[in-house]
């Protein structure tokens, strides 16, 4: 899946030729750095990553790195040049001098990015020098309650911290430049200035550094490999989640009800305290009878399946100490050292945190009464208030015992949200969301800003209380414009506080229609969105993208909130501002299409689009040129009915540009044991014409699709002919060519303009057509 807008490559410096080339052996990508005081170890884990570690370091130091990863050798060329030990990949070039103890780091074009001052790494402190003004992400966002609206650039004091309601966090730096640092520890203090990455940790010191170089995604790519993939969501998290606090098991059923008589799209239902004992003996872990009397005997979760609608629930890190769990907790030493107990202000009865650090507190959480509510229907993971406890990887390990306990029963996929994020979190199943936050127009807007800043540290599963959590409750077109803005997230949802709903219908009939129609959009795009779960799992990018991410050398994409890439080809930029009537909106270089009217923009400009005030029905979405976007019939939820057909819209442009197709059944994990099914389609427009691609698929996994009909946006069609093949048939109309059992084309017109269609079957091998647009008048 091709990412668009990549780091250009850089000017080439001019050194001497090298001397003395010898091509890797054994131990070839590894070097001994010695140091006054001792020695560092540097390897080579790819091409493009740096390993440094003092002597002796073996093990990971925190759950930031992946101890599961593993490095075969890197083939490099190892040789002097004048008083450097140099050793290259075709990733970068490490440049070592033994009497300065300077060590630098190039790009394969002999552009210098880092040089890394070592003398006082052996004490755990580094020193990354780079070019002036060197624009620096990462580290960490804002939370909740921070007043801030926040930007994206990273310069001054930071400390990486999980941090609290919200809070995104990862000792990691990286830049548009070229290159990225990461350290293993938990948590990092920064010093980033113009010149400077400076990097400790306390109490204890940072004994191993990564550096990585090249473009964004590849540095994103390189972390993803060093610190673990993010495991697939199931494919019904890529829809609508309605969650509430104050409900039961008849309100549920009603509201479900509701949703499917309107065809207002859902998959998920989450759960408050409501649906657990909560106070009781294993009442963290079981079904409340009184509110929810089916759910233990798995009746309602046979009539929530009959909907298509899942359960999900809450959980909390806390027990309550005088029940049978709070008393084993007691004997055995379950406690978190930094909670004391306390009354809970749900139950009024004492409480404290269990040590998720523990391994044998992850176990004994899983325990046989939460396996029982998992399988009578609740299917995911809501994890709540483990940052109140101030420690970092207490909400990665509680996620991590649902995760493991889950797994350890089941094969069906693990999906939870959790209020904070530390880097390393993702490899168990891991979504995160914004925290408790206020209702209207200032704090939706705001979580631009932590959506962002999320994707910054590696946290790509991200959503948000939709409509505010807090009080009072959001007016009709507040809420209208947060359901918009929630379509374009990795997480789409809504929640509020005790007592107050976040249905559509609530709000009155315009704020209904506007959120109706973004809930459906949303759903017809669950092919492209689905394609970048799986991309987010392989590669490490995330379905949705800051500017910078994308157009690395521009700067006026530096530090941008107002709008963001969802996938590679969509641009959005929701209307955050009440009563808006006009919106001024840069759109970046490249041609734009408005995906609602088919207008034309060239980008490296401001745009200035009118709002609808009144209906609030529009959303700020533009095409980039070159996109391939696949569609399906909207669905009251993701696995309604199969999908046999896919539309894809296609906007050609002079370069190449692909997309990868992905499916696989959507619920379990055996597509990491190769049972899924993937194609890459591409398309170029050329001086006759356009050409058309369909890449040899990838069949471990036979999906419902049996064809695709492509809409081809541009001039009109004459003929379309396969390479080394027939013209295909011209059946005239779009109506006629869906009800073709055969291939072939037509012609046609919609709000972008004149349209081909073409209509092809499913098949293995790979095929290419050429679309003639030759001397047709449209």
């Known amino acids: 899946m091709a990412i668009l807008g990549a780091m250009a490559t850089t000017p080439t410096a001019n050194f001497a ?41 073996h093990e990971p130091a925190t759950p930031v790195i992946d101890d599961q990863a593993h490095f075969g050798p890197v083939d490099v060329s190892r040789y002097t040049q004048g008083a450097d030990q140099v050793m290259r990949s075709s990733g970068l070039i490490v440049r070592w001098n033994p009497a300065t103890h300077s060590l630098r780091v ?11 001052d070592l003398s006082q790494a052996l004490d755990g402190r580094w020193t990354v020098r780079h070019a002036k003004d060197d624009p620096q992400y990462g580290v960490g966002g804002l939370n909740a309650f921070d007043a801030k609206t926040g930007n994206l650039l990273r310069q001054g004091k930071q400390v990486a911290t999980a941090g609290n309601q919200g809070h995104t966090g990862a000792p990691f730096v990286w830049s548009t430049a070229g290159y990225g640092v990461l350290a293993d520890a938990e948590p990092a203090r920064f010093d980033l200035s113009a010149t400077d990455i400076r990097v400790q940790a306390t109490p204890n010191a940072v004994r191993t550094l990564y550096l990585f170089v090249g473009s964004p995604a590849d540095v994103f ?13 199931p494919k019904w998290a890529m829809g609508f989640t309605n969650s509430q606090w104050g409900i039961d098991q008849k309100e549920a059923l009603t509201l479900v009800d509701t949703y499917r008589a309107k065809h207002i799209p859902i998959d998920n239902f989450t759960f408050d305290f409501d649906w657990k004992a909560w106070g009781e ?5 079981r079904w409340n009878t009184d509110k929810f009397p089916d759910g233990p005997d798995g009746k309602l979760k046979q009539q929530m399946d009959q909907r298509g609608m899942h359960m999900t629930g809450i959980m909390k890190p806390r027990v309550h100490v005088n029940t049978v769990e709070g008393r084993e907790a007691t004997e055995r ?15 009024h009865k004492p409480v404290r945190d269990v040590d998720f650090d523990k391994p044998e507190v992850r176990a004994w959480f899983f325990n046989d009464a939460l396996k029982h509510s998992y399988e009578t229907g609740i299917v995911g993971w809501w994890n709540d208030e483990a940052d109140d406890s101030g420690v970092d990887t207490q909400f990665l390990n509680m996620q991590r015992a649902l995760y493991d306990g889950q797994r350890g029963i089941s094969d069906q996929r693990v999906w939870s949200i959790n209020r904070n994020f530390y880097l390393g979190s993702q490899r168990y199943a891991y979504g995160v969301w914004s925290g408790d936050i206020q209702s209207g127009f200032a704090s939706m807007a705001a979580q631009r800003q932590r959506m962002l800043a999320a994707f910054d540290v590696g946290a790509m599963h991200w959503g948000m209380d939709g409509g505010g959590f807090k009080a009072p409750m ?58 970048y779960e799986n991309f987010a799992h392989r590669y490490g990018v995330g379905l949705v993208r800051p500017l910078q991410f994308v157009y690395p050398n521009d700067p006026a994409q530096r530090d941008r909130i107002d709008a963001w890439m969802f996938g590679d080809y969509l641009l959005v930029s929701p209307i955050v501002d009440q009563g808006q009537t006009v919106k001024h909106l840069q759109l970046p270089k490249g041609r734009w299409i408005n995906w609602f009217d088919g207008k034309v923009y060239d980008g490296d400009r401001e745009i200035t689009l009118n709002v609808d005030a009144a209906n609030w029905s529009d959303i700020p979405l533009f095409v980039r040129e070159g996109a391939i976007i696949p569609q399906q019939a909207v669905m009251d939820f993701v696995s309604q009915h199969p999908v046999t057909t896919l539309d894809v819209q296609v906007f050609p442009s002079a ?43 990838v069949q471990g996994f036979k999906p419902a699709l049996h064809d695709y ?17 027939k013209p295909l048939q011209d059946l005239g109309t779009i109506d006629a060519l869906r009800a073709s059992p055969s291939e072939g084309w037509a012609r046609g017109h919609d709000r972008f303009g004149e349209v081909t269609y073409v209509k092809l079957l499913l098949s293995g091998p790979a095929r290419e057509f050429h679309i003639d647009t030759a001397t047709v008048t449209p």
């Open 655 to 697: 370069s190449l540009t692909t997309f990868n197709v992905y499916d696989d059944d959507g619920e379990t994990y055996a597509y990491e044991k190769g049972a899924f099914f993937q194609q890459m389609l591409s398309t170029r427009r050329d001086g006759n014409g356009v050409t058309l691609g369909l890449g040899a698929a």
């Open 474 to 531: 959001p007016v009709p077109e507040n809420y209208a414009r947060w359901i918009q803005f929630g379509a374009f997230t990795p997480v789409f949802r809504v929640h509020a506080d005790f007592g107050q709903k976040r249905q559509p219908w609530v709000y009155g009939p315009i704020a209904e229609k506007a959120a109706t129609d973004a809930i459906r959009l949303r759903y017809s795009l669950i092919p492209y969105i689905y394609s």
């Open 17 to 57: 030729a090298p001397v003395s080339p010898a091509h890797s052996d054994a131990g070839a990508d590894r070097m001994e750095l010695v140091l006054p005081k001792g020695k560092l170890e540097l390897r080579l884990l790819e091409t493009g990553v740096i390993q440094l570690r003092t002597e002796g370091t």
């Open 281 to 285: 003996d294993m009442g963290e872990f």
């Open 221 to 233: 790519g390189q972390l993803h490999d060093i610190s673990g993939a993010s495991p697939m969501f």
């Open 106 to 116: 190039d790009d394969p074009s002999e552009h210098q990015l880092m040089e890394v």
């Open 709 to 725: 009909v492509f809409a081809i946006h541009g001039d009109a069609g004459k003929a379309v002919t396969e390479l080394h093949g």
């Open 333 to 347: 030493g379950y406690w978190l050292a930094q909670s004391k107990e306390a009354p809970d202000y749900f139950s």
